[in-house]
């Protein structure tokens, strides 16, 4: 190439950019009324949340909620909604009765709920015996004397008052700094070590580490317990993060009563009992469990494109939830941002040059298993990088799952390349208070299973409120806690970004398509 000519293309380069990255603002003024002024994004998380209950992959009020947004989206004119199966994931639970209360020395309901996957006790009344064990050697003073027992592990814990609100939305401070952040190091080279095949598959499992309180359960099984209580520590004030009790694979057995105790009920009953004083409840609990269907679900939807409509932009979220409540936070108010974003996208009359697909996912809880598997069969395998005919299709995903904060801005997943891009499409919205581009990269989510195989993955950065301290699979995450304002202005944004890329002459740049080793 001539030097004439390359200096005029270089010069014509950036004005390219700048046009195929400019906004249409009618039809940004068009998202904005749909999503503000007429949005159904609450009505979608009441659905989600109160009408379905707690959503543990392969529970009934997942396959609810699961359903009634298959259903709702067909209802709103969107095409090849199905519940796509992607593998194994294996037994269903739901809890279907709960009752822990002390009745010696006197009568007192406990607040307390079972761990996923663990078996009922049945109606019992039994007494308590705390366990002084550092290590697994001092658990064998305790061998032979647990059977009929409630058993505890002794704890000397103290609450800590944080004198801070449970509550609080990002700075101007902290957003500067987030902006101001420096691109991250290279990503690692993608390894399968034996150690990570093990970490993986004990995860899958939901077992965890094995612990002094591991070994306490599996002998308080061996020898006829009644149950184990389980505490931790960051919950108080009645919160209670509770999650997985064990395997759920279809051949796992059922695992041993193990019942979460909110901290001061915990604490209370190790005092009484520590001091002599003899402590009897009453407790009983009942769990079903479903393996007639293995498989795990998305839902999946599609809003046809018009001249490229063999490509595609994804939008999603986790639309599972473990059991405590009915996952409100986590993340039926990302899935009712991303129902909404599909709806005012085609209430607003706007025709997507690019296929826009929504998928709510199953199985993030125990390791992002449904969009991992789904990027496994559709794009790409991250552990040989293998690459579909659709991986060179998609443009991007976007994703949110971080409570019901509004949106402040986009984590640009260490891809310098969009910086431009997104603090343009940003600007409609700097009124909302969503202006933050930073080049930090953020995780444990689902966007990470298109970004492990080089597909653009981003979550936008939104305002913790509680989602951290009150919310975060609690026995809290209830619809309550859900701020309707702040999820009108998420979806409109959603609908904004989902829309420029699905309109945008060129899909959006790609970091380096990561290596194997």
Known sequence: MKRHAFVLLMLLVPGAIYAQDAVDASAMEKIRKEGLQNSKVMDIAFHLTDVSGPRLTNSPGFFAAANWAKNELQKWGFSNTVLEPWGEFGKGWELKKSYVAMTSPYYRPLIAFP??????????????????????AALEAYRGKLKGKLVMLYRNDTLKQTFAADANRYTDEVLTKMANATMP???????DTAEQRKRREAMARNRGPITVATRLRDMAAQEGAVAVFSMVTRGHDGTLFVQGGGAYGGKDPENFPDIMLAMEDYMSLVRLASSGIPVKLDVDTKADFQNKDLKGYNVIAELKGSDLKDEIVMLGGHLD??????????????????????????????????TIRLALWSG?????????????????????????????????????????????????????????????????????????????????????AFDAVGIPGFQFIQDEIEYNTRTHHTNMDSYDHLIAADLQQAATIVAAFVINTANRSEKLPRKDLPTVK
């Open 321 to 354: 939830s473990w059991q405590g409540a009915t996952g409100a936070t986590d993340n039926a108010a990302g899935c009712a941002v991303m129902m909404e974003a599909m709806r005012i996208i085609k209430a607003s009359g706007l025709q997507p040059r690019r």
């Open 115 to 136: 761990k996923t996957w663990t078996s009922g006790t049945g109606q019992k009344s039994a007494e308590i015996i705390v366990v002084k064990a550092a290590d697994s």
């Open 185 to 191: 190091a290279p990503r690692p080279v993608i390894t």
């Open 364 to 448: 993030e809880e125990q390791g992002l298993l449904g969009s991992r598997n789904y990027v496994k069969t559709h794009f790409a395998d991250p552990q040989n990088m293998a690459l579909k005919p659709e991986h060179s299709k998609i443009s991007a995903y976007y994703n949110l799952d971080n409570g019901t904060g509004k949106i402040r801005g986009i984590y640009l997943q260490g891809n310098e390349k969009l910086r431009s891009t997104f603090t343009e499409w940003l600007k409609p919205f700097n009124d909302l208070g969503a202006q933050t581009v930073t080049i930090s990269n953020t995780g444990g989510t689902d966007h990470q």
